[in-house]
């Protein structure tokens, strides 16, 4: 104890390292950023009266509506389907793996606007739809295929096939980031499979599989756009068809910005709550969480 | 069953064979170990003492020979003559009553102590809540943690991981427990602990099949031990004998070293 004390006199001050790019870039950063408020401020083509008058319009909040439905629906049935194919590509046999594989090849390999504009379209190959007997047999019900396959109905499709092929890779690389011990330790204590997997094999891929998702959440609120090809009046589709009657595209286009920004910015509060959840016991200190 | 000359043994693997892929790893196995007895297996590492062990419990299938648990083929059944595989979840209820504890303690990290305890009674034997609760609390007692069960596995030392991996076995309220090298993945200073809690479970008279390499702790908790060389069991008796005056030349190596 009384030699720490004597040598603490001699033992140096650690100052920070000299960072002059710092200032540089704040400089840089300073400069750039009041350009963009001084244009914002000042450049009369962004008309924010005009803005201010139609973010609360009724058609652009339908077309806010079906973004968020159209996005929560594709992201319900990717998770679903994910799940589902990522436990036939991890499971045993020979047909499941492939069948899994065959989808996200073809999903994850064809475009997604082909992919929407397809199922659109699909009148032109199948004209009614019908349940029955294939190969000729009885039906039992029948209806025509542009009355079946409406534009949500096709941006459904489309969005969500392909967002399964996404979310089946995403949820596969969760699972496997899990102990096979863990799985392991719940069938030697006598779950059925069912049970390990949704008691103790999934609550710890959630902590792999959360993040990347939020970020598949993100991107397919913005790629629900692509469904105003198929005439799907969301968000974007809501604020072209004003601007294409007034001409008013930059403030119409600000307003849809804005609108993005803002269910963006709801989600990431939401994915950061998720993601609390899911840390339970992560870390040694403080497991609380 | 009463009327019966003998009780059968708590557990009998009789001729068990496994491969896997071109490696024969179990190359038929015979073992018993009467209710209430302690039987350890020893042996180099690589002899199938795991795989052995998770045919116990039908973690893993084998292809050939039959382990029975008080009486009970585990993980298939005869019909006509002819015996098949049981479906999975029919294999779960058989081995709800069979307590395992891992190497690696394999604890659920996501849930807390008492969670980990508690969940299988609860949810596999559907048992009430409270009830499971304080077994639990009982069990944690029993192995000196009963101050823990609000804590998380990891903020624990491996030795009370594995007490609790223990406690959690126990809660199932087994017949049978099996131990897969307890106290291999524990610093040497912890692993005092760990055999004191298998002792004192021991004494109260649980039927326990233990694979460990700890010599002196099997020749004290025995009652009967296996030495496991290149998938067959070299030599078997009481410790006394097999461990001090071996016949077979593989297990005399194999303890030279050990000891
Ligand atoms: N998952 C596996 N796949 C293929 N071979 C394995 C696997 N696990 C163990 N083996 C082989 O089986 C043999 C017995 O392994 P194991 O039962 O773990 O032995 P022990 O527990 O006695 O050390 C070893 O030769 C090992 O290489
Ligand atoms: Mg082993």
Redesign the interface.
């Known amino acids: 104890m009384a030699q720490v004390e004597a040598k603490q006199g001699t033992v140096p001050v650690i100052l920070p390292a000299p960072r002059p790019g710092h200032w540089i870039g704040v400089a840089v950063v300073a400069a750039v950023g009041s350009w963009i408020a001084y244009q914002a401020l000042t450049n009369p083509g962004f008309q924010w009266g005009t803005v201010g008058r139609y973010m609360l319009h009724p058609q652009v909040l339908r077309g806010v509506g079906t973004t968020v439905e159209l996005t929560a629906l594709v992201m319900l049935m990717g998770a679903v389907l994910g799940v589902g194919l990522a436990l036939m590509r991890m499971g045993g046999g020979q047909v499941l793996p492939l069948c899994a594989y065959a989808f996200t090849w073809f999903f994850r390999g064809t475009p997604v606007l082909v992919q929407l504009v397809f199922w659109y379209n699909l009148a032109t190959l199948f004209p009614t739809l019908s349940l029955g007997v294939p190969f000729g047999g009885p039906k039992f019900a029948e209806v025509s295929s542009t009355a079946a396959i409406s534009s949500f109905t096709a941006a459904l499709l489309g969005l969500g096939l392909n967002e399964a092929a996404y979310m089946g890779e995403i949820v596969r690389a969760g699972l496997l980031s899990v102990?096979a011990?863990?799985g392991?330790?719940?069938?030697?204590?006598?779950?059925?499979?069912m049970?390990a997997f949704r008691?103790?094999v999934l609550?710890?891929a959630m902590r792999a599989i959360v993040p990347p998702t939020g970020n598949q959440v993100i991107g397919m609120l913005k790629y629900t756009s692509l469904a105003s090809v198929v005439a799907l009046p969301e968000l974007m589709n809501s604020v072209e068809t004003i601007y294409s009657r007034t001409f008013e595209t930059i403030p119409l286009l600000i307003v849809a910005a804005l609108w993005y920004l803002v269910l963006v910015s709801l989600l990431s509060a939401v994915q950061a709550v998720i993601e609390r959840r899911?840390r339970?016991?992560?870390?040694?200190?403080g497991?609380?969480g | 069953m009463d009327a019966l000359p003998a009780a059968p043994p708590m557990v009998a693997v009789t001729d068990v064979w496994k491969a896997r892929g071109r490696n024969q790893v179990l190359r038929g196995i015979n073992l018993e170990a009467a209710r209430g007895e302690v039987a350890c297996l020893l042996g180099p590492s690589g002899a199938g003492k795991s795989t052995l062990l998770r045919c116990v419990n039908a973690l893993e299938p084998c292809d050939r020979g039959i382990v029975r648990v008080d009486g009970t083929a585990i993980g298939c059944e005869e019909r006509g003559g002819r015996w098949y595989r049981l479906r999975e979840r029919d294999v779960s209820r058989q081995r709800a009553g069979i307590g395992m504890v891992f190497q690696g303690f394999n604890l659920f990290p996501h849930m807390t102590v008492l969670d980990n305890v508690c969940d299988a009674p609860v949810r596999v034997l559907g048992q009430p809540r409270t009830e499971v609760r304080e077994r639990a609390q009982r069990l944690l007692e029993q192995v000196g943690l009963a101050e823990k069960a609000a804590a998380y596995p990891r903020q624990l030392s491996g030795g009370q991981q594995q007490r609790i991996a223990i406690a959690r076995a126990l809660a199932m309220q087994p017949k049978l427990m099996l131990f897969d090298e307890p106290t291999s993945a524990l610093d040497p200073h912890l692993v005092g602990e760990v055999l004191d809690v298998i002792k004192a479970l021991a004494a109260t008279g649980m039927t326990m099949l233990i694979v460990t390499h700890e010599v002196q702790f099997a020749r004290e908790v025995a009652g009967r031990v296996a030495v496991m060389v290149d998938g067959v069991i070299a030599e078997a008796g009481p410790p006394g004998a097999v461990l001090r005056d071996p016949k077979d030349p593989r297990v005399r190596s194999f303890l030279a070293r050990a000891l």
Do not use: F, I, K, M
């Not at chain 1, 392991?184 to 499979?193: D, K, N, V």
């Not at chain 1, 339970?280 to 200190?285: I, N, S, T």
């Open positions: 102990d011990g863990q392991e330790a719940a069938r030697a204590l006598g779950y059925r499979p049970q008691v103790v609550p710890q899911y339970r016991g992560a870390d040694p200190a497991a609380r």
